[in-house]
């Protein structure tokens, strides 16, 4: 099976990044043997700009967006800007085919200053992805400042790791076959009368 990690944080070393490495870690312990590419979209923010003005992906970028579209489960995680993903985030799922994650499991997740913040799950990353119709896990996790070193935070993300790794191993761990030919009518009739 493939896990492919998305972090959208910006900084070194960055928090997101940190938040989505535990529940890779996590996700690897419940579903051992599992494949895990990180996705840095800090180092593809030039190629998704150049995306959307020429309307070809670069090498990288097309390497990235493979990578989701052949992946068993995903983790998406984004910092928090101005109460919603950030727009790097926005931009990679925005260039991504449309079909890329119809039925696969995604894990949700987000960093933040403040607490405040954690209804950005809900209100901004749980629509995103379920307008890609992609299957969210019930549980999200947010990690504000005050969370890292502090009790829950890695309960939630154990929670997560195990809906994920659920979703991959039983409904969505098996690839998805190729969907049956397409034949329009006129085509069966042609090969009806041919045989």
Do not use: C
Request: proline share 5%.
């Amino acid at each position: 099976m493939k896990l492919v990690v998305v972090s959208a944080g910006l900084s070194v070393p960055s928090s997101t990044r940190l938040l989505a490495d535990r529940l890779a870690a996590a996700v690897g312990r419940e579903a051992a043997g599992t494949e895990i590419e990180v996705v840095e979209l800090r180092d593809l923010a030039v190629e998704i700009a150049h995306n959307f003005t020429n309307g070809f992906p670069g090498r990288r970028l097309a390497a990235a967006l493979e990578a989701v579209t052949a992946a068993d489960g995903v983790i998406a995680v984004t910092p928090v800007f101005t109460a919603s993903y950030s727009g790097l985030f926005k931009s990679f799922f925005d260039v991504l085919d449309q079909e890329a994650l119809a039925g696969k499991p995604v894990l949700i997740a987000a960093t933040g200053g403040t607490a405040r913040h954690s209804l950005v799950l809900d209100h901004a990353l749980r629509p995103l992805f379920a307008y890609l119709r992609a299957v969210v896990v019930p549980t999200g996790v947010y990690a504000a400042s005050e969370d890292w070193g502090a009790e829950g935070l890695e309960s939630r993300v154990e929670r997560a790791a195990g809906e994920l790794a659920a979703l991959m191993t039983g409904l969505g761990g098996t690839r998805r076959e190729a969907p049956p030919e397409v034949v329009p009518f006129e085509e069966q009739l042609a090969r009806l009368a041919a045989s």
